[in-house]
C-alpha cells in the first residue's frame, strides 16, 4: 500500500517487546502474561540490543524487507485476528467506583477521546475505542476494568510501561 503511495520502503524489522495486553480471557493462560519486572527488564534488554543493530543498518544504507515471506504473513494474519477478538472487549469497559480516585488521568491520556466523565464523576465510555489499553493499564489504582473479573488485578496484571519513571502523553486538560 505504501508502495503504491510513492513511498521508498527500504528497512523494515521487528522487535520483541513485553506483553502490554492481558485482556480477561478464558482459559485462564490463553494470553501470554504481563511479564513481572524482572522478565519485562530482560525483553527489554535485548530489544534495545537489535534496536541498536538497526539503528546502525539505516546508517549503513542498508535495504532489507523483512516479514513479507509465507510466515511473516500468516504471523501479520493471526495478529489481526488477535485483534478482531478483541474488539468484543471494547463495549466491555467500565470504572469500578470503590477503586477510582477520581485522578482523571484515564480521560486526559485516551486517545481517541472516548472517556467522558460526568457530573457527578461517573466515568463514560464512548464508541470511539482503539483498544489501545492505555486507560486499563495506567489507571494508578487499577480502576478500569474490561469485564468484572479484571478487578482481580493480581491475575490481570497491568501493564505499567518500561521503567517507574514512565509517563503517559496526556491530550487533554
Ligand atoms: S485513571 Fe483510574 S483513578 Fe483516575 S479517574 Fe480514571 S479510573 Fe479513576
Ligand atoms: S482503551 Fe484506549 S482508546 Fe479505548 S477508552 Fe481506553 S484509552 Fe481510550
Known sequence: ?????????????????????????????????????????????????????????????????????????????LQRKTYWIGNGYKSHFSVSKEKCVNCGLCYRMCPSANISIKEDGEKVFGDKCMLCVKCYNLCPVNAVLICEVSIDDKKYRRYKGPSKE????????
Open 1 to 77: 500500500m505504501m508502495d503504491k503511495k510513492g513511498y521508498d520502503i527500504f528497512y523494515t524489522n521487528h522487535l520483541i517487546m513485553p506483553t502490554n495486553f492481558n485482556l480477561p480471557y478464558e482459559p485462564e493462560n490463553y494470553w501470554k502474561r504481563v511479564p513481572l519486572e524482572d522478565e519485562r527488564n530482560k525483553i527489554l534488554a535485548v530489544a534495545e540490543k537489535k534496536l541498536q543493530m538497526i539503528c546502525e543498518d539505516i546508517l549503513k544504507g542498508e535495504r532489507k524487507i523483512d516479514g513479507t515471506g509465507v510466515v511473516g504473513r500468516l504471523a501479520g494474519a
Open 166 to 173: 514512565f509517563r503517559p502523553v496526556e491530550y487533554r486538560k
